[in-house]
């Protein structure tokens, strides 16, 4: 970590400086062709903390979820400038390869996307592309994964049965143990409840908040309650720039920027 | 007035469309009912030309005489009644032609007057004749009796092993080794398009960029425009010769010349469904596979070819299916042999390529006619079933 950034944060975050930083941006554009999508964002992600990403649709808070998995390779036409650091380490500087790096990174995304597999075979899948194979440790991790995303009881009894067998808000909690199975050191979430019913929302919340102690979230989503239930930090995207960046609870009561004001009283967005 | 108008013009309309539709499946009903009216004659009918009879001795035991039996007696395969469940008598086969053995012109008389007495004579002899005559040579009182001949069931027609439609006297219709001719064939065509198939379409719908395949799909279209007597051409000029002395045969036109053209033949189906279906895998399971760490092969093999493998198996069916009743280029590199192959070396003698070949040489109404339509009947009922299991796939993947 380089030390001027270090100090921009330190200013901007104090509270942020002493610890370790999980993940950073820094100068970071982005273009759709000609579209800039990603204006100058410098950022900072704190490690175990829950950073919400807020924002009307449209301002790249999306866009910005997924340069840190760089899953934006796969749009044809796309352009990044910046650096992006992952436990101090640029992701996107030659030399990296993209299959390890999304192996450290977890993502949930917008709707339940489960495979067309049983339900051991989805949280088991992240291994097996790695070359994981030993079996017993295999079942250890599902099992452990499916602890954590609090669907082991749910689903002890039927982990050979298709996943699609399971109702919504289940799928999704499959979907974040499949993430958490490779023990990512940073988990990416697109909207992971906007598909979902109210008492599944709160469920996946209730576990957004529990994953906290051990790994790193970083949430987008159009919820404001849901920001200010489960997030520790908020950022406030508008238009491709980052207006705002502060702890949730200051930036809920006392937003510095009119546009985060209007936002989060629902003045527009 | 004007929607008076409108009204007429919509009960037209409807009425165009209803006769439209009514003609199409009256058409398709036509030729199928057609196609069964004609080939189901050969079954329940005797093997043998009409006005010809055989005749044994009044103290033959023997029942009936198959096709099959009667060919064996002619080729002296089988020589005594015995080996037919009969008597211990070796086989006297009598024609027209042998008349001069056994009696001469004056015993005969002059015309023929004595004909009917002596063939009598000869058949009280000998208690093993077997005489093949024509009707107007049967005596009136016959001192023999006419054996009947077993009818052509579905199950000789079926299991039969050789075809010898023209035959005489006792034509053969086992169909065995043209169904395993067409089987042969169209397996090996699948075994050949279904990997090279498969190939292009993960490659057109997953690697290759827009503009590779806004350039490939035409020329994959094309593919399935050239005519099939062009592809036998090209198999006949090219692949016959090359296959030829690559396995240093005695001729090239073999199961795997047919096989390879059918397989070229059955590629532009396979690469546009299979592509068609990988398209269906969404973008989110791709898109949940390389978040994980997968690599873009990964993927593919673990992701989006599982998710789109009923499209795959109906491609793969479809492709049979065209494979089944393609003629033309077949019938000219196969070699039209009509015995059962027992490798892709062999010329191989498909069922559409036998109508094809055939059907002008045969007389209208005859059995072999009747036998070239009762094959029609049989490809028929392999290309519903072949259509039917792609519909059910189809289905099963929607529900």
């Given at each position: ?269 | ?179 395993l001719g067409t089987l042969w064939v169209s397996f090996g065509a699948i075994l050949i398009a279904l990997p090279l198939g498969l190939a292009t379409a993960i490659f057109m ?11 490939l799909?035409?020329v994959i279209e094309l593919l399935a425009g050239i005519p099939s007597v062009v592809y036998g051409f090209f198999g006949l000029v090219v692949l016959v010769p090359l296959i030829?002395?690559l396995f240093?045969?005695?001729?090239g036109e073999t199961a795997l010349a047919g096989s390879i053209i059918l397989g070229i033949m059955a590629l532009p189906t396979i690469i546009t469904v299979s592509e ?36 795959i198996t109906a491609a793969s069916i479809l492709g049979i299916g065209r494979a089944v009743g393609e003629t033309m280029a077949v019938l000219m590199v196969t070699g ?5 192959p027992?490798t892709f070396l062999q010329p191989v003698?498909t069922i559409p390529a ?29 290309t519903?079933?072949i ?13």
């Amino acid at each position: 970590m380089n030390l001027t950034n270090t100090l921009e944060i330190q200013e901007t975050f104090p509270d942020i400086a002493d610890e370790m930083l999980k993940a950073q941006t820094k100068d970071v554009n982005l273009y759709y062709k000609d579209f800039h999508a990603l204006k100058n964002i410098n950022f900072a992600i704190k490690a175990n903390t829950v950073t919400a990403l807020i924002g009307p649709s449209g301002c790249g808070k999306s866009t910005f979820l997924r340069l840190f998995n760089r899953m934006n390779d796969l749009i044809s036409g796309v352009k990044i400038t910046g650096d992006v650091l992952l436990e101090g380490e640029n992701i996107y500087k030659k030399g990296i390869v993209v299959d390890e790096l999304r192996k450290s990174v977890g993502m949930v995304f917008q709707k339940p996307n489960p495979f067309p597999k049983s339900i051991y075979e989805n949280v088991a899948y992240g291994l097996r592309v790695n070359g994981y194979d030993h079996k017993d440790s295999i079942d250890e991790i599902v099992e452990r994964s499916l602890k954590q995303a609090a669907l082991w009881d749910e689903v002890k009894d039927k982990l050979k049965k298709s996943a699609y067998e399971l109702s919504g808000g289940q799928q999704q909690r499959l979907c974040i143990a499949r993430a958490l199975a490779i023990e990512p050191s940073l988990i990416l979430m697109d909207e992971p409840a906007s598909a979902l019913d109210p008492l599944s929302t709160s469920k996946i919340e209730e576990l957004i908040y529990d994953l906290k102690n051990k790994y790193t979230i970083v949430i987008v989503t159009h919820n404001m309650q849901q920001a200010g239930r489960v997030s520790d930090y908020t950022a406030f995207f508008y238009l491709g720039e980052l207006i705002e960046y502060d702890k949730t609870k200051t930036m809920f009561i006392n937003p510095q920027n009119i546009k985060t004001q209007n936002y989060i009283t629902g003045r527009f967005g | 007035m004007n929607r008076k108008r409108l009204k007429i013009f919509e009960k037209v309309f409807g009425a165009v469309l209803f006769s439209s539709s009514t003609v199409t499946s009256l058409t398709v009903l036509f030729i199928i009912v057609f196609l069964f009216n004609e080939g189901i004659g050969l079954f329940n009918s005797t093997p043998v030309e009409k006005k010809y009879q055989f005749i044994v001795s009044n103290n033959n035991t023997v029942k009936e005489l198959s096709s099959k039996q009667l060919k064996d007696i002619f080729n002296y395969d089988i020589t005594n009644w015995k080996q037919l469940g009969g008597s211990n008598d070796s086989i006297l086969l009598f024609t027209i032609n042998d008349l001069s053995t056994y009696f001469t012109d004056d015993e005969l008389g002059a015309n023929f007057e004595n004909l009917p007495s002596k063939i009598n004579e000869l058949i009280k002899k000998n208690p093993g004749i077997l005489a093949y005559l024509s009707d107007k040579y049967v005596p009136q009182h016959l001192e023999g009796h006419v054996i009947p001949l077993t009818k052509i069931s579905i199950k000789d027609f079926v299991t039969g092993t050789e075809w010898y439609p023209t035959s005489e006297p006792a034509p053969q219709f086992g169909v065995l080794p043209l169904i395993l001719g067409t089987l042969w064939v169209s397996f090996g065509a699948i075994l050949i398009a279904l990997p090279l198939g498969l190939a292009t379409a993960i490659f057109m719908a997953e690697v290759a960029s827009q503009r590779l395949r806004n350039i490939l799909k035409p020329v994959i279209e094309l593919l399935a425009g050239i005519p099939s007597v062009v592809y036998g051409f090209f198999g006949l000029v090219v692949l016959v010769p090359l296959i030829q002395q690559l396995f240093n045969l005695p001729v090239g036109e073999t199961a795997l010349a047919g096989s390879i053209i059918l397989g070229i033949m059955a590629l532009p189906t396979i690469i546009t469904v299979s592509e068609d279906a990988l398209r269906t895998t969404p973008t989110s399971l791709k898109e949940a596979s390389l978040a994980l760490g997968a690599t873009r092969w990964q993927t593919i093999t673990r992701v989006t070819v599982p998710y789109a493998r009923s499209g795959i198996t109906a491609a793969s069916i479809l492709g049979i299916g065209r494979a089944v009743g393609e003629t033309m280029a077949v019938l000219m590199v196969t070699g039209n042999a009509g015995v059962i192959p027992h490798t892709f070396l062999q010329p191989v003698r498909t069922i559409p390529a036998t109508i094809a070949a055939e059907l002008g040489e045969s007389s209208y109404g005859g059995l072999h006619f009747k036998a070239l339509f009762a094959l029609g009947i049989l490809l028929f009922l392999i290309t519903l079933i072949i259509n039917t299991s792609v519909e059910l796939i189809k289905s099963r993947k929607r529900s």
